[in-house]
């Protein structure tokens, strides 16, 4: 397409996996032009010999096809969609109308668009959907009670590896990419990686220098269905992701009052919506869960920061995990709201020398942060869009760190404590466990949050 603009329907072409490669792929188009094809690559080409789990691999592989699609979707916005052989009725029309529409939240408000209304799933009737529950209705898989732990490279994953860990639970870490630095931090933990690699249509980065649409997309809610295929493969009930509750403030509101979520994918009410999906399309007992939804970022940090073996490989810092690599030497830029946020959140458990040696830094001690922090705090300026904590535990850990006399005295906890003062004592009840959760009972019972 030279004109991604002129597109009048996006097409949902055919998806399949070949058992002697390893390799999905997922094919897009938008009418005339050559298909945008994506590769999905299975280290080992695991096939199951269980018919059941075959059937319920590739109706995976089906919901993978349908979330993924936004990645092609959002270059041209065109105002129809054609689902090809996918056969959805309106619950699954509708969870991926509102995956789609929240997920590019964010995009949407950094490019000035309008999409309400706009991403429309056409949903099957009569006899097409009496065959589609029918598929849909399938019986338990007994799968191994096991848990695939997906891994980011940050303190959270390693928090939830080492507490399924530390519950006798069998894990195997997964990641999508090939991000060096997730190895590293898994070899630090003395466990195998099981790296599956996602490859993007080239054609997209075409389109993009074309002029196509870009931006931020709902990646976790790829990256849960992606994981979701693993399991049935390779064999594990389990499906673990770290999203912690932090997940569920917007980042801001937009011109219309909507909130516009960053983290909407790695919100509670996704994982419901995705849950119900799996157990609807795919297998009833396959769970797909976050583990450390009761816990606060304050809280995890506490957590990470015992687990020491670790501070010298982790990694929150976004700018190292491009699709082209990394943007930056060592493991910490020094200069985003993840830096920033991760100096806030572990600094009330670590000496000012100790967090210094994990970033590189002092960023509290730098007057050229101060506008950063302040956006973290929301004083006089938008959260920023990144996965952060939420403006309450921002201001909670800054005011806790008013009364440590190691932290006291540098710049920026003097410049901006006595603006986030109403804030002192807060940090307290942020570090207990509290909320809601999908996370399974067998699962739970093991677990010390």
Not at 16 to 35: N, Q, S, V, W
Not at 39 to 54: K, N, S
Not at 113 to 131: C, K, M, Q, T
Request: aromatic share 8%; glycine share 8%; with cysteine.
């Amino acid at each position: 397409m030279s004109d991604p603009a002129r597109a009048e329907r996006f097409h949902f072409l055919d998806h399949r996996y070949d058992p002697h490669t390893g390799i999905a792929t997922l094919a897009y188009g938008f009418g005339r032009g050559e298909p945008l094809i994506e590769t999905i690559t299975f280290p080992y080409a695991p096939w199951p010999e269980d018919p059941g789990r075959q059937a319920a691999f590739l109706r995976a592989l089906g919901l993978l096809h349908l979330i993924a699609g936004v990645s092609y979707y959002k270059a041209a916005l065109p105002p129809s969609i054609d689902v090809g052989a996918h056969v959805l009725d309106e619950r699954l029309a509708a969870f991926l109308q509102t995956t789609w529409t929240e997920g590019l939240g964010e995009f949407a408000y950094v490019n000035e668009l309008d999409l309400s209304g706009r991403i429309r799933f056409p949903a099957a009737s009569g006899g097409d959907v009496e065959n589609l529950r029918g598929m849909s209705l399938a019986e338990p898989l007994e799968l191994p009670e096991r848990a695939l732990v997906a891994m980011g490279g940050g303190k959270d994953s390693l928090v939830s590896l080492e507490c399924l860990r530390a519950a006798g639970i069998e894990i195997l870490p997964a990641t999508v990419g090939g991000a060096t630095l997730i190895g590293d931090t898994v070899r630090a933990a003395k466990l195998p990686l099981l790296r599956i690699q996602r490859v993007l249509a080239p054609r997209l980065m075409e389109m993009n220098r074309a002029g196509a649409w870009n931006g931020h997309v709902p990646v976790t809610a790829i990256n849960m269905a992606i994981l979701s295929c693993a399991a049935l493969l390779y064999g594990y009930r389990w499906v673990v992701f770290s999203n912690e509750r932090s997940a569920e403030q917007p980042t801001l509101s937009g011109p219309d009052g909507k909130p516009v979520n960053h983290q909407y994918s790695k919100s509670l009410v996704f994982e419901r919506q995705f849950r119900n999906m799996i157990h609807e399309h795919v297998a009833p007992d396959l769970e797909v869960f976050s583990l450390l939804r009761p816990l606060s970022e304050a809280a995890v940090a506490r957590r990470f920061a015992q687990l020491t073996a670790y501070h010298r490989v982790f990694s929150s810092c976004n700018r190292n995990f491009h699709h082209d690599g990394a943007r930056i030497e060592g493991r910490w830029c020094g200069d985003c709201p993840k830096c920033r946020f991760t100096t806030l959140a572990l600094a009330p458990w670590l000496s000012p020398e100790a967090l210094s040696d994990i970033l590189g830094a002092n960023l509290l001690d730098d007057p050229a942060q101060e506008a950063g922090f302040r956006a973290l705090c929301a004083l006089g300026m938008d959260k920023p869009f990144e996965c952060v904590g939420t403006v309450e535990e921002s201001r909670a850990l800054l005011a806790a760190l008013v009364n440590q006399p190691a932290w006291s005295d540098k710049v920026l906890v003097r410049l901006l404590g006595p603006e986030v003062s109403d804030s002192a004592g807060a940090l307290a009840s942020l570090l207990e466990p509290a909320g809601p959760h999908e996370i399974p009972d067998e699962v739970a019972r093991r677990v010390a949050l």
